[in-house]
């Protein structure tokens, strides 16, 4: 009884679990889209005409935003409570739309879509604390609109570093100034360089290190203050993290694994379940709950616990990497498993093999599609990921083709239905009962019970003679007479056919009965007749009823001494209709 009650709790959990996941991943889906860096809607956007227009416009706008950020981030503190006032949300806004503005300046073409947003803020922060570092004043002329208005500049380096602004020569962008997708991204190594030296703007506050030792997105939450009173050993910065983000990072992972484990045990117990939608349910139970575990450390990740540099970008490859891996092995499965509980009996509509076949060619193409789709997310080269599955594809197109060209005999078996599971067909030499019409072969129980498999290819190409679907049975049967003068065969014959015809079950009009062989010593008639059924046990049955009658008429006609020494010869030959 504990057994049971144990059982039934587990296949009740494991609906629920399925809904939590499903939930998870939406809120997470929300929570993780990345936003747009602030409201663009009250700002014109960045002047971008000359290098000395992008540059400047840079400067203002960036150290405008973290101007703003820290001193909301003071106003934050004096205040009580965990949650921030009007003003700091009104200031927090304004920052997030100027670095927003700020990063048009930016050449982002070369940077994976998974990374683009974080990596957006950071660049805008990186850049702004490298340019305050770096003397300007005294150096060449920065090219301005008139420079540019004389002869367009390709290219100008900020004095001193390989910080360069160039002019884009194609896309939506083409004749405008943004600091180089090369500049972009080295700009990690080069504030590495330099963030030892003295800050030239006067600003005490490092902000991207700021930034980089804080949680949350911006702005530090309320609960930064606990953060902030830490020992000193765990702020000690390891790979450019604070060693407080390296042990939250470690525990969010091991949550997220303890919870896949917990979702793998409770999965493989429904899968001895009675109920099919439960089976189904706890086969895809583990795929899911990786994706979402994967999505969850990517959101603590990257907008909790705020990790930074390379470090966040190599998690955050990883994790959607996982998560969309997890949902194509999920799509499979589900697909397969699907497939596989179809029962359905054949009808003039569908058969069972016909619906598995559908759902997992589905499942395929929707598979594909995500590893589609996740490649581009993930930075990898769509058109060469293409190119690469279409040569790969005509590869294996050529190595298979035996198996494609049965793939596209069940097809076409499917589509032209000269046979249906459980019907009865005469192939080649062969009879038998179609069992199954699979992807590849099709397999027939012959007559004498055996299995035959024949590949689609060959089947599709033979002449197919649906014997169940005939709506009426022919009867062929050779006989001897007796009578050896013209006359009394010719009564004989007339006398078999009224014989048959008088049978209820034999189609008015139908008989038809000749003599074979005109100069034999023994003369012999062919009777041809319909027997009206299309079952094969019915038919068997009136079969048999009509050998007997004409055999105790033969016996009755034939004389006595033949009778006796039985060489009457009744029924020469039985042709089997079938």
Same mark, same amino acid.
């Given at each position: ?87 700091? !949300? ?34 805008? $922060? ?34 001193? !570093? ?20 090369? !500049? ?91 109920? #099919? ?47 969309? $891996? ?13 497939? #596989? ?37 993930? #930075? ?108 009394? $065969? ?5 006398? !078999? ?29 062919? $009777? ?51």
């Amino acid at each position: 009884m504990m057994i049971s009650l144990r059982q039934a709790l587990r296949e009740t959990a494991i609906p629920l679990v399925s809904a939590l996941l499903l939930v998870l991943f939406i809120v997470l889906q929300v929570l993780g889209t990345p936003q747009a860096l602030g409201s663009l809607g009250f700002l014109s956007p960045a002047q971008t005409s000359s290098p000395r227009a992008t540059l400047e416009s840079f400067r203002a706008d960036a150290s405008r935003a973290t101007a703003l950020l820290m001193e909301a981030y003071r106003e934050s503190r004096s205040e009580a409570g965990l949650s921030l006032s009007e003003s700091v !949300t009104r200031k927090a806004a304004e920052a997030d739309a100027l670095l927003a503005r700020a990063s048009q300046t930016l050449d982002l073409r070369d940077i994976p879509p998974v990374e683009l947003e974080h990596r957006r803020l950071e660049s805008v $922060i990186l850049l702004k604390e490298i340019l305050d570092r770096v003397p300007l004043s005294g150096s060449s002329p920065i090219p301005g609109d008139d420079e540019v208005a004389a002869k367009p500049p390709a290219s100008w380096n900020v004095p001193g !570093t390989d910080l360069r602004i160039v002019r884009m020569a194609d896309g939506a962008r083409a004749g405008e100034y943004l600091f180089s997708s090369g !500049t972009v991204l080295g700009l990690e190594s080069f504030y590495r360089m330099i963030r030892s030296e003295p800050n030239l703007s006067g600003v005490k506050t490092d902000f991207y290190d700021f930034f980089s030792q804080s949680p949350g997105h911006l702005l530090p939450p309320k609960w930064f203050s606990v953060i902030e009173a830490l020992p000193a050993p765990l702020k000690v910065e390891i790979e450019g993290q604070a060693g407080w983000q390296w042990i939250a990072f470690f525990l969010v992972a091991c949550l997220a694994v303890f919870a896949v484990l917990g979702v793998r045990y409770l999965a493989r117990d429904g899968a001895s379940s009675q109920s #099919g939608a439960v089976q189904v349910l706890a086969d895809v139970l583990v795929p899911c709950a990786v994706a979402v575990a994967a999505l969850f450390v990517r959101y603590m990740s990257d907008n909790q616990i705020n990790l930074t540099g390379q470090v966040n970008n190599t998690v955050e490859e990883i994790a959607e990497g996982i998560a969309y $891996i997890a949902m194509i092995w999920a799509v499979l499965v589900f697909s397969n498993a699907l497939a #596989g509980r179809l029962y359905l009996t054949a009808t003039k509509s569908i058969d069972a093999h016909l619906a598995r076949a559908a759902v997992r060619i589905a499942g395929l193409t929707v598979a594909v599609t995500l590893l589609i789709y996740g490649a581009s997310h993930l #930075g990898i080269p769509l058109a060469g990921l293409l190119a690469g599955l279409g040569v790969g594809g005509l590869a294996v197109a050529l190595a298979a083709k035996p198996t494609l060209e049965n793939f596209i005999g069940g097809l076409i078996l499917y589509a032209d239905r000269p046979v249906r599971v459980g019907d009865l067909c005469r192939f080649g030499t062969l009879e038998g009962r179609v069992e199954e019409i699979g992807i590849r072969s099709t397999r027939i129980r012959g007559l004498d019970r055996t299995l035959i498999t024949i590949p689609n290819a060959t089947f599709v190409n033979m002449n197919i003679i649906n014997l169940t679907n005939r709506d009426r049975m022919p009867y062929d049967r050779v006989i001897g007479l007796a009578a050896t003068d013209t006359a009394g $065969i010719r009564q004989e014959i007339e006398a !078999t056919a009224a014989l048959v015809a008088e049978h209820p079950r034999i189609e008015h009009g139908s008989v038809q009965v000749r003599l074979r062989e005109g100069h034999e010593e023994k003369p012999k008639v062919e $009777i041809c007749a319909l027997i009206s059924t299309s079952k094969w046990g019915e038919f068997l049955q009136i079969q048999q009823e009509l050998d007997l009658m004409l055999r105790d008429k033969l016996l009755a006609a034939a004389p006595v001494n033949e009778s006796a020494s039985g060489t009457t010869d009744n029924v020469v030959s039985l042709k089997d209709p079938a």
